[in-house]
């Protein structure tokens, strides 16, 4: 845990970002990254693409955090993958002082078949584990509203309890703007014996086309009384943001107050709007 927080002087929170594709976007994050590392965070994320597609992109990033004096997490897909070629990545990441992995199935990229030797993120979460020990702290992703391809409610559970099983330490959700979705997640895990720390993710919003199209892809429910009202707006940006901030404050305000370990914000690489919700947060 990073100093700060482990001496009470803030409520834990985590930062998302993903590989920039520019130079421009490179220099962006940069200045973002510096703005929230303000509100000492435990850990910074980055994400990884379909089929490993932004590796490179990934682990540079991470690189950067890292020399930056802040924990890093890789984001780690299997599918696509080979034992070897996952064993040759924890090496990698161990050597860059990685030590905390978010382990995913992931997606194939478009036009690829089935492949690799992974079928399940439980499958890596077992492995990771038998090959390195608790050289890494592993997250996993949890759905709150469940995920979008899971055959039903009680089938995601299952395979969100087989993850905990194979060994991860932690998870972190899907965003949601529905806390009850959360609660009873967490309360159905822990009866069915997945009692690991369950972190929500928290997506400030920013634009409502770009959290439409994010929430149908992902299946994450925007209720319809915030899909009304953001329609309502129109293209008034001002308003979006400012009503995004109440409802998002608001949302981060139920949960801390319930007792979550921690709040874990997708920042779309972006400062203003998670500075502005942990500053209305006390954080």
Avoid at 105 to 119: I, K, N
Wanted: charged letters at 20%.
């Amino acid at each position: 845990m990073n100093a700060a927080n482990a001496q009470g002087t803030g409520f834990p929170v985590s930062f998302e970002f993903f590989p920039p594709k520019t130079p421009e976007g490179a220099d962006k994050l940069r200045v973002a990254r510096q703005q929230l590392y303000a509100l000492h965070p435990d850990f910074c994320s980055v994400t990884y693409g379909a089929g490993g597609s932004t590796q490179e992109g990934t682990f540079g990033t991470v690189r950067e955090i890292l020399a930056e004096g802040v924990g890093a997490a890789s984001h780690f897909s299997c599918i696509g993958a080979t034992r070897q070629s996952v064993r040759e990545q924890l090496a990698t990441l161990k050597a860059m002082g990685v030590k905390r992995l978010v382990a995913l199935r992931g997606d194939l990229p478009s036009g690829y078949g089935a492949g690799g030797e992974f079928q399940y993120a439980s499958d890596l979460v077992a492995f990771i584990r038998a090959e390195t020990g608790r050289d890494f702290h592993i997250e996993v992703a949890a759905y709150p509203e469940v995920h979008p391809q899971a055959r039903s409610p009680e089938a995601d559970l299952k395979a969100y309890v087989a993850k905990v099983q194979a060994g991860a330490d932690s998870a972190i959700t899907q965003y949601f703007y529905n806390s009850d979705a959360y609660f009873r997640f967490v309360e159905d895990t822990q009866r069915l014996g997945a009692d690991v720390p369950v972190v929500p993710g928290i997506m400030p919003i920013g634009s409502s086309t770009q959290l439409m199209r994010f929430s149908d892809a992902c299946g994450a429910e925007i209720p319809r009384w915030i899909r009304l009202r953001l329609q309502g707006f129109g293209d008034d940006t001002a308003s979006i943001k400012a009503f995004g901030l109440d409802v998002v404050t608001d949302l981060c305000d139920q949960l801390r107050s319930a007792g979550v370990p921690a709040l874990h914000f997708y920042t779309m690489n972006q400062s203003a709007a998670t500075l502005e919700i942990c500053r209305r947060l006390g954080i």
